[in-house]
């Protein structure tokens, strides 16, 4: 089993093991994994829909991992969607002015964060953040996937959550996210500041820049 196996395991180990309302949400939206067949044929038949063979993108063993581990949700934060295979493959025209062929694991409405697949990805590959139709050069927001989902596990496991804002909502003072809106002394603004100092460590310790994943 893989580093990377070992933390999306911890992360599924949680989920079950809890009964918080983040691991029910969790546990009802990640959908089932695919199998490693799946995962070729869907990028092969997306490599010849869009017509992109001519990127002869590579995708890392990582990738592979994540979609064995998850197909994606619809939810992961408040703020942030894990993508199924499918919709990253789809996801493509917004950074077409990126030489290389980028596969956006993670999106919002205005940005995504995912890595790139060409032929010297290998191994561990760094995550970009992109801004959807900004122009703005991709920048690296961690070194690894392996990274971002081992300081996720961890967090989980001693604060159980990994978003400071999404922690706010789910708690029983910040129900909703007007409540960001009530100025700086606002009860949510305070849970979220709390939050922030409990995972800012963990996230700093394996260098990622989580703010701009999930705030």
Known sequence: MSDLQTSLQRIDDWIVQNDSKLAKKLQNQLNPGLSRSNI????????????????????????????????????????ASFNTLDQALGLQSPVAPVPEFFLPLFSTEYY??????????????????????????????????????TAIAECLEQHGGFSPSAMAIDSQGC????????????????LISSNDSKLAPIYERYNVDWKWFLP
Not at 54 to 79: C, K, R, T
Not at 131 to 142: A, D, K, V
Not at 175 to 190: E, K, L, V
């Open 175 to 190: 129900m909703s996210d007007q409540d960001f809106y009530y100025g700086p002394n606002a009860y949510c603004t305070q």
């Open 40 to 79: 070729e044929s869907k990028i092969t038949e997306s490599l010849s829909k869009y017509n992109r063979k001519a990127h002869n993108p590579h995708f890392p063993e990582e990738v592979f991992d994540l979609y064995q581990w998850h197909d994606g949700s619809f939810w992961l934060s408040n703020f």
């Open 112 to 149: 995504f964060c995912g890595v790139f697949c060409d032929k010297k990805a290998d191994g561990e590959i760094p995550i970009y953040h992109f801004e959807s139709g900004q122009g703005n050069l991709p920048f690296i927001i961690s070194p690894s996937l392996k990274n971002l989902m």
